[in-house]
T-cell receptor, first 116, second 114 residues
Framework: AQTVTQSQPEMSVQEAETVTLSCTYD???????LFWYKQPPSRQMILVIR??????QNATENRFSVNFQKAAKSFSLKISDSQLGDAAMYFC?????????????FGKGTKLSVKP | KAGVTQTPRYLIKTRGQQVTLSCSPI?????VSWYQQTPGQGLQFLFE???????NKGNFPGRFSGRQFSNSRSEMNVSTLELGDSALYLC?????????????FGPGTRLTVT
């Protein structure tokens, strides 16, 4: 069974600084998708960034980028120029390719605090 | 375009009762998934519906069930509520089944069982 591990329950960053959130996963499949979701205090889950396992190039979305290391099964999220609005729970998620797209497997989450 | 809506937003029930939660997907989205979020277990997949058929089911007891209507709206039902069912229930919709499209989550229904 696939598992997703986020080893940092909490992280803190100074406003305008850069922070990296870690995620590792375990799977025997070669084709899959990885996601980072943000859940602010409002509890609305928002997709931050997505990475297809078959793509070697790391995904980027504005201030958010990932470091995808397929062999190491690592998928970290880097937030540059952190803003107060980035404070939230961040969840790393895995989904296998094909079949169901609903079956996301989530990590336990990392609570990010942003200090002014 | 309106987002995913879930009703009710908050619910308090007592043990032994049953509850029905509703989810309206984004217009045009045909796949609906449900997740349970608790502090202890985190986010866990419940089930996914597409074209009124359950396509996948997570590891939850039979007390948890769901259905999808022809307009893609979905309901989930929990019978014989237990204290451990207290959780945030999230619904997510996506365009189709079997392809990689982002899931869009609703705000959730906070269920408290006393």
């Amino acid at each position: 069974a696939q598992t997703v591990t986020q080893s940092q329950p909490e992280m803190s960053v100074q406003e305008a600084e850069t922070v990296t959130l870690s995620c590792t996963y375990d799977t025997s499949e070669s084709d899959y998708y990885l996601f980072w979701y943000k859940q602010p205090p409002s509890r609305q889950m928002i997709l931050v960034i997505r990475q297809e396992a078959y793509k070697q190039q790391n995904a980027t979305e504005n201030r958010f980028s990932v470091n995808f290391q397929k062999a190491a099964k690592s998928f970290s999220l880097k937030i540059s120029d952190s803003q107060l609005g980035d404070a939230a729970m961040y969840f790393c998620a895995y989904r296998r390719s094909g079949g169901s797209q609903g079956n996301l497997i989530f990590g336990k989450g990392t609570k990010l605090s942003v200090k002014p | 375009k309106a987002g995913v809506t879930q009703t009710p937003r908050y619910l308090i029930k007592t043990r032994g009762q049953q509850v029905t939660l509703s989810c309206s997907p984004i217009s045009g989205h045909r796949s609906v998934s449900w997740y349970q979020q608790t502090p202890g277990q985190g986010l866990q997949f419940l089930f996914e519906y597409f074209s009124e058929t359950q396509r996948n089911k997570g590891n939850f007891p039979g007390r948890f069930s769901g259905r999808q209507f022809s307009n893609s709206r979905s309901e989930m039902n929990v019978s014989t509520l237990e204290l451990g069912d207290s959780a945030l229930y999230l619904c997510a919709s996506s365009l189709v089944f079997g392809q990689v499209y982002e899931q869009y989550f609703g705000p959730g229904t906070r269920l408290t069982v006393t």
